[in-house]
């Protein structure tokens, strides 16, 4: 299937392709029959799916509406071997029937290839708001590295505009200890958006949690950082608009971060990954040769 086919496909929105299974319920709308109820111990979780963190507290109370009332709307899941199954959408339902003590779980079944899992795991948690900022921002990247997605495309997709998928994205430059506090939700994405170009991130980080400090405050402690900067601080902010556009493009094609430094004998190109899965697909890129 071409990349521009799946993007038309998922464009239609998710409910063209997992069957509306995730109505609210206080529409009104009849809940979704399963197709079969499956042994919960045949269920895997996704190893890719975007969400990571689960508030124990939340669980526990959709555990306790469990017990009482059955899961209202089936998991969706994938076949990946014989009697087992790997959940596409619905994780928290499934980790609440364990917790609930269930022995079964009602599900969907919708067997589709990796790269489609992957894409209805990101845009079904996204477009629930149901990742953190720094989760949603490694979904984005993880559609741009591996499908060839551009920040335009993304912003089609989930129904968001490209300046909110780009300033997802920067999130990703934060130094980890940053990205903990953001994913922790110690920072917001406004906070930590204000962090990015300062010399020193992590620890103004520190200190605008220890202050309980506003988003506001945070954008003035951070400009007074820069302005108080080393003389390469204050050069980097002093490109030329061709030479930021120039990185916007490649980072765009890319789907990486992209630094160009400029010197008087020349300059360098800086492209940074995350994940080996991102540097193996640079490589092939760079390793084509015309036919």
Not at 2 to 20: E, P, Q, T
């Amino acid at each position: 299937m071409s990349d521009d086919n799946s993007k038309r496909r998922l464009g239609r929105g998710l409910a063209a392709l997992i069957g509306d299974i995730e109505r609210p319920a206080e529409t009104g709308a009849p809940p979704v029959s399963a197709d079969r109820r499956i042994p919960i111990e045949f269920i895997s979780r996704n190893p890719r799916n975007p969400r990571r963190h689960f508030e124990e507290a939340d669980l526990r109370d959709l555990a306790a509406s469990v017990r009482q009332h059955g899961i209202v709307q089936p998991v969706v899941v994938r076949t990946i071997g014989e009697q087992r199954y790997e959940i596409i959408a619905g994780e928290r339902r499934w980790r609440a029937a364990q917790l609930a003590g269930l022995a079964e779980v009602p599900a969907l079944i919708r067997d589709v290839d990796d790269r489609t899992a992957l894409e209805i795991a990101i845009v079904e948690n996204v477009q629930r708001a149901d990742l953190n900022p720094l989760e949603e921002a490694n979904g984005y990247e993880l559609l741009m590295a591996e499908h060839g997605y551009t920040q335009n495309d993304l912003g089609d997709i989930i129904g968001k505009s490209r300046s909110h998928v780009a300033n997802s994205l920067r999130l990703l430059k934060l130094p980890e200890g940053v990205q903990t506090m953001l994913a922790e939700g110690a920072l917001s994405a406004g906070h930590a958006r204000a962090l990015i170009s300062t010399p020193d991130p992590e620890s103004l980080a520190r200190t605008v949690v220890e202050r309980g400090m506003s988003v506001r405050d945070t954008e003035r402690l951070a400009q007074k950082a820069i302005e108080g900067g080393s003389g390469a601080t204050r050069q980097a902010r002093q490109k030329d608009a061709d030479t930021l556009a120039l990185e916007k493009t490649l980072s765009d094609r890319l789907g990486l971060g992209v630094v160009i430094d400029h010197k008087a004998n020349g300059g360098q190109i800086r492209i940074s990954y995350k994940t080996l899965d991102q540097l193996d697909d640079l490589c092939r890129r760079l390793d084509r040769t015309p036919n």
